[in-house]
């Protein structure tokens, strides 16, 4: 079940959501949207955004979590955990060192902001050097690096950023380390704007 709520609103409602569709809001200036789903450990959850008007086709867009953890199954709960995660609660399972997915910290909390402009950005992501380590025969002096290498990789390939084209929405996939909930927010900072947004995860619709 696909639970989506609205920022605006102090009374969570919870609206079952089957299936994986773009909702649209209009967003007015310094006003934010927000939209909520339940992550397994090591999930991939994939986030699109699209601002069809406005007079600055711009909007900041943030995705985050665990902001509550997986057993909050009301709105009344989800509400209490989203308070105390505001005051700096953490809800993740600490974790360090190799293996860690990109945009996640030491509390298991991912964490990614950014400014999305669909008149003057490029989200390209710069190509990956291709290397031959997984072929390459591991000798004393070289493993260590070599393992460096292969784990950077690794992560990189759980926060990918598919490349706009006009006319298409952001889009952008990010894995989670830590089961709960999960929020991506659209705020718009300089006028008011109509956006179409979507969470898709893994579990639902396959790993990317």
């Known amino acids: ?16 959501f089957s299936n994986s569709m773009p909702l649209t809001y209009v967003v007015p200036r310094w006003n934010m949207e927000c939209m ?9 959850v994939s986030i699109s955004i699209f601002i069809a008007h406005g007079s600055r086709l711009a909007a900041k867009i ?4 665990p902001v509550a953890p997986p ?15 505001r005051t700096g609660k953490r809800y993740g399972i600490k974790t360090e060192g190799f ?3 990109m945009d996640v910290d030491k509390t298991g909390t991912l964490k990614v902001e ?7 950005g490029e989200y390209e992501r710069e190509e990956e050097e291709e290397d031959d380590d997984d072929d390459e025969a591991w000798d004393d002096d070289n493993k260590g690096k070599q393992f460096a290498r292969r784990i950077e990789k690794s992560k990189k ?15 952008r996939t990010s894995q989670v380390s830590s089961p709960g909930w999960y929020r991506f927010c659209v705020q718009a900072n300089h006028d008011e704007i109509s956006v ?13």
């Open 62 to 65: 943030s995705l985050e979590g």
């Open 36 to 44: 909520y789903d339940k992550l397994d450990t090591k999930e991939f």
């Open 1 to 16: 079940m696909f639970a989506i709520m609205k920022s605006t609103v102090l009374a969570l409602c919870v609206i079952p």
């Open 114 to 120: 950014e400014e999305v402009d669909f008149e003057q």
């Open 196 to 208: 179409e947004i979507e969470m898709r995860k893994s579990s639902e619709l396959g790993e990317p």
């Open 71 to 85: 057993e909050a199954n009301t709105a009344k709960e989800l509400n209490d955990y989203l308070t105390k995660y």
């Open 157 to 171: 390939k759980a926060s990918y950023v598919k490349p706009m084209r006009e006319g298409e929405p952001y889009e």
């Open 99 to 101: 293996g860690t997915p």
